[in-house]
């Protein structure tokens, strides 16, 4: 299926630092939460993410990211996941987050 441009720009992918993580042991499937900050104008939003092949809490805080932060909130077991955090998957298909290769300014929009 083709989209055009407008139909791309109306997906609101922002940049963002993960500030906390934590275990998701009530989530069907392994999980890990998190609270990303996308700086002033978004603020810090929650997400549940299937990241636990390649990532661990404690290895995640200070992580820039980039997630969909205008799908609307979406309840996940106990976690209200208010954005989609974004990931390729690896051979094995598990997931492999996507971020930026050098520091950027939080809440970027990507483009």
Do not use: C
């Not at 990303?36 to 993410?49: L, M, Y």
């Not at 995640?60 to 990211?65: D, E, S, T, Y």
């Amino acid at each position: 299926m083709t989209i055009t441009y407008d139909d791309f720009a109306k997906v609101d992918i922002r940049l963002g630092r993960i500030t906390r993580a934590e275990p998701f042991p009530e989530a069907r499937k392994p999980a890990i939460k998190l609270w990303v900050d996308f700086g002033g104008e978004i603020g810090e939003k929650r997400s549940s993410a299937q990241i636990t092949a390649h990532y661990t809490p404690e290895g995640l805080v200070g992580r820039q990211v980039l997630a969909v932060v205008n799908f609307p909130p979406r309840q996940i077991g106990k976690v209200m996941s208010e954005v989609l955090v974004l990931g390729v998957p690896d051979a094995a298909g598990e997931v492999v987050l996507i971020g930026p290769g050098h520091e950027v300014p939080l809440g970027g929009r990507l483009f």
